[in-house]
């Protein structure tokens, strides 16, 4: 996978030369958690995030057993682990489940984010897993997109509810949610317009479907090359939106990983799925401690 890779070898470098100590002083972790914050900020993670990032594994480095081990390169990456578990949310966050069915998840993000691929990939999941989702269309705008929904669901055999491209936004959800009731779907998706900028327009006919739907979910669906943007457009929604988690998607391309690594401590909102490429598999939850490991190689 090539994401990360930058990161992981530059980490692995830095823990690599503490290794080959039998002991090391202060100065050595010092000095390794400059290289650590430098490799950090190359790979666009968040300039506040680095600060209390390095400055906690070097409180607990220096006050612990580092400086005393025999192995303290182990130790050392042992925190920074730990650490970056934390940084990204330290449990995987789970979906929501609405008390009555259909739980309702809303699908919102900028234009070619994602959106509609991750709202089948996670309808797949959902199927995989015994429930009985629905998708629907409410992205009126784009063109084509309505069709892309319809033939997805097609493809995974997950019904896609749409009323066309000529109906209000507002109402197509209001009326899939009827839908999903009257078919006993316990799951309603529901694909939202994007736009390729945010803008109030957006925002304005997502707070109306909030309204409308009352979501169990509102789920953002983020492109993780875009790096240190993600998190700013996860903040800008969060701000507008009250969003109850994010989809990391992309995450199979050239990204040098600073979204998937900042994004929750900069919203507070956890990363709960990830989309590792185009072709439409179940959604993968995401594991903060098993990102971890895979950034530190
Ligand atoms: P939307 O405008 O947010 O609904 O975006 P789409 O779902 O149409 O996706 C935009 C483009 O990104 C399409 O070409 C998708 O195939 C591609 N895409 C979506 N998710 C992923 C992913 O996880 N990895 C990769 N490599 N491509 C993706």
Redesign the pocket.
Known sequence: MAAFESLTSRLQSVFGKLRGKGKVTEDDVNEAMREVRLALLEADVNFKVVKDFIARVKERAIGQEVVKSFTPGMVIIDIVNKELTELMGGTQAKLAKAAKPPTVIMMA???????????AKLALMLQKGGHKPLLAAC?IY?PA?IK?LQVLGGQIGVPVFSLGDKVNPVDIARQALQHAKDEGRDYLII?TA?RLHIDEALMEELRQIHEAVKPDEVLL?V?AMIGQEAVNVAQSFHEQLELTGIVL?????DTRGGAAISVKAVTGCPIKF?????KIEPLEPFHPDRMASRILG
């Open positions: 993000g900028l234009q070619g984010a994602g959106k509609t691929t991750a709202s992205d784009r997109a892309q694909d994007g669906v492109d998607t992309k995450l199979d391309g990830v989309g590792m490429g185009e």
